[in-house]
């Protein structure tokens, strides 16, 4: 009967960690909309918008987009294909080895947070623990403009996301 505890704090520790990230990184965060990322039917992540007191999404304003993902993806996969929404999107910033860095291999349910930091910063956490902070001139646009711009991959996805 003593284990039921411990597995219980055991798998909701991750989630417990990730919550506390956004509340002390991002004030009074709060959760604005959610979305499935879905490539050829099949589901990629969930996404979480989470802006300050859950208010629509403001460039000016931090804000943060979490992703839990729902099947095993390769570090090298996770760094290309953000390096080729960069391309898709205009000039990819030079922030291939800084993102490999950042990212590391995923299984399912490991969950990625990125919080802008003003407009040329972005903190990255993996599974509530502190991994990089990636700096150059406006990668918070660039970067967040993968989930929630005004040209991503799926207009319904992102109207979801960003609880329009």
Same mark, same amino acid.
């Given at each position: 009967?003593?284990?039921?505890?411990? @597995?219980?704090?055991?798998?909701?520790? %991750?989630?417990?960690?990730?919550?506390?990230?956004?509340?002390?990184?991002?004030?009074?965060? #709060?959760?604005?909309?959610?979305? =499935?990322?879905?490539?050829?039917?099949? %589901?990629?992540?969930?996404?979480?918008?989470?802006?300050?007191?859950?208010?629509?999404?403001?460039?000016?304003?931090?804000?943060?987009? #979490?992703? #839990?993902?729902?099947?095993?993806? /390769?570090?090298?996969?996770?760094?290309?294909?953000?390096?080729?929404?960069?391309?898709?999107?205009?000039?990819?910033? %030079?922030?291939?080895?800084?993102?490999?860095?950042?990212?590391?291999? =995923?299984?399912?349910?490991?969950?990625?947070?990125? @919080?802008?930091?003003?407009?040329?910063? @972005? /903190?990255?956490?993996?599974?509530?623990?502190? =991994?990089?902070?990636?700096?150059? %001139?406006?990668?918070?646009?660039?970067?967040?403009? @993968?989930?929630? /711009?005004?040209?991503?991959?799926?207009?319904?996805?992102?109207?979801?996301?960003?609880?329009?």
């Amino acid at each position: 009967m003593r284990k039921v505890p411990l @597995i219980l704090t055991l798998f909701f520790a %991750p989630m417990l960690a990730q919550a506390s990230v956004i509340d002390s990184a991002l004030s009074e965060a #709060e959760l604005r909309g959610k979305a =499935v990322f879905r490539f050829v039917g099949i %589901p990629i992540y969930e996404a979480r918008l989470f802006t300050t007191a859950g208010a629509p999404l403001d460039w000016s304003r931090d804000f943060g987009i #979490e992703l #839990e993902y729902m099947r095993k993806i /390769g570090k090298e996969y996770l760094v290309g294909s953000t390096m080729d929404e960069f391309a898709r999107t205009g000039p990819p910033p %030079p922030v291939k080895d800084k993102l490999a860095r950042c990212f590391d291999d =995923v299984e399912k349910g490991d969950r990625y947070l990125a @919080i802008t930091q003003g407009q040329n910063q @972005i /903190g990255f956490w993996r599974n509530g623990v502190p =991994v990089c902070t990636l700096s150059h %001139p406006q990668i918070a646009r660039r970067f967040m403009s @993968i989930f929630v /711009g005004d040209t991503t991959r799926s207009a319904s996805f992102t109207r979801r996301l960003k609880g329009d």
